[in-house]
């Protein structure tokens, strides 16, 4: 029974277009992230939203969008996707605010823009 | 200097040796100390959490954490080859983000 999935789990793309990643969870969890992680495996948050209200927004570019429409699920839609977007992007979920409580991740959806 | 730093690795011992992986922080208001494991193609998953200095055990597992000198550690005993994995330490700052370290490669040989 999966606690945090996400979809796509392999998403390939070109330069320029438009991506949706989604993502719930079922552990009844108040906050919810997504985080990139790079190539060297370092793992930075983007968003963080504590039912359906956005807490935290990193420096991350506008062509970012979070969205979520309730607080069981938090998707991820990227526009005018760059070679530099590809990376591994996690979504987890935790019980309170990000220092607090332990976090829940997916799997991850690895992105790869060509 | 980052703010958490971690050795990336990779680390390789043979099985059933004792394995100690190590971060150290700069910021000495962190609170919450947070070992992840995170396995090949999936997500981390939390290993030790604890919020206090000292030590904390959980089977074969020791996390060890030194706020005098800004150091925290995770000891392995008896390690697996299913111990094999990236190790990420995981730090709240002031700000009640987390602030992870990059990751220690570990592999066990059979």
């Known amino acids: 029974d999966t606690a945090v999935s996400q979809t796509p789990k392999y998403l390939v793309t070109q330069m320029g277009n438009d991506k949706s990643i989604k993502c719930e969870q079922n552990?009844?969890?108040?906050?919810m992230y997504w985080y990139k992680q790079d190539s060297k495996k370092f793992l930075k948050i983007m968003f963080s939203y504590n039912n359906k209200e956005l807490i935290i927004n990193e420096t991350v570019p506008n062509r970012f969008s979070p969205k979520s429409p309730d607080k069981a699920h938090l998707n991820l839609h990227i526009n005018s996707l760059e070679l530099g977007d590809s990376a591994v992007y996690f979504c987890?979920?935790?019980?309170?605010?990000?220092?607090?409580?332990?976090?829940?991740f997916g799997n991850g959806t690895r992105l790869t823009v060509t | 200097q980052k703010e958490v730093e971690q050795d990336p690795g990779p680390l390789s011992v043979p099985e059933g040796a004792i394995v100690s992986l190590n971060c150290t922080y700069s910021n000495s208001a962190f609170q919450y100390f947070m070992w992840y494991r995170q396995y090949s193609r999936k997500g981390p998953e939390l290993l030790m959490y604890?919020?206090?200095?000292g030590n904390k055990e959980d089977g074969r597992f020791t996390a060890q954490v030194d706020k005098s000198s800004k150091y925290i550690s995770l000891f392995i005993r008896d390690s697996q080859p299913s111990d094999s994995a990236t190790y990420l330490c995981?730090?709240?700052?002031?700000?009640?983000?987390?602030?992870f370290g990059q990751g220690t490669e570990l592999s066990v040989k059979p």
């Open positions: 552990l009844g969890h108040d906050t």
């Open positions: 987890a979920s935790s019980q309170e605010g990000e220092g607090n409580s332990p976090l829940h």
């Open positions: 995981a730090i709240n700052n002031q700000g009640g983000k987390l602030i």
């Open positions: 604890t919020y206090s200095s």
